[in-house]
């Protein structure tokens, strides 16, 4: 089964940075699209930033400009890179990857996400 792993989330003062990752394990082939969501309390989980095995991005309106998303593809891992962080930014960010499990086909797969709270 693969596992997501998300790290590098916690609490920021507005206009600070964190740098978010999240590594894929298990019985995995190759991964395709990897990405970034999240979800404040009471909100619907809304899409943050996605990657292709390519190296295209898309990203939602409001984190143009602030985030970057890359990832290392021999270590099957994504980054999202957060700059000038504001209090809206609040909430459980979630990585999700597709891949292609070894004898099966492509799934998709959430991690348990990681909390960035920011806040003065």
């Known amino acids: 089964q693969v596992q997501l792993v998300e790290s590098g989330g916690g609490l920021v003062q507005p206009g600070g940075s964190l740098r978010l990752s999240c590594v894929a394990s298990?019985?995995?082939?190759?991964?395709?699209?990897m990405g970034w969501y999240r979800q404040a309390p009471g909100k619907q989980r809304e899409l943050v930033a996605r990657?292709?095995?390519?190296?295209?991005?898309n990203y939602a309106d409001s984190m143009k400009g602030r985030f970057t998303i890359s990832r290392d593809n021999a270590k099957n891992t994504v980054y999202l890179q957060m700059n000038s962080l504001k209090p809206e930014d609040t909430a459980d960010y979630y990585c999700?990857?597709?891949?292609?499990?070894?004898?099966?086909?492509?799934?998709?797969?959430w991690g348990q996400g990681t909390q960035v709270t920011v806040s003065s």
């Open positions: 990657i292709t095995s390519s190296g295209s991005t």
């Open positions: 999700w990857a597709e891949g292609i499990l070894t004898g099966a086909g492509a799934y998709g797969f």
């Open positions: 298990g019985n995995i082939f190759r991964m395709n699209a």
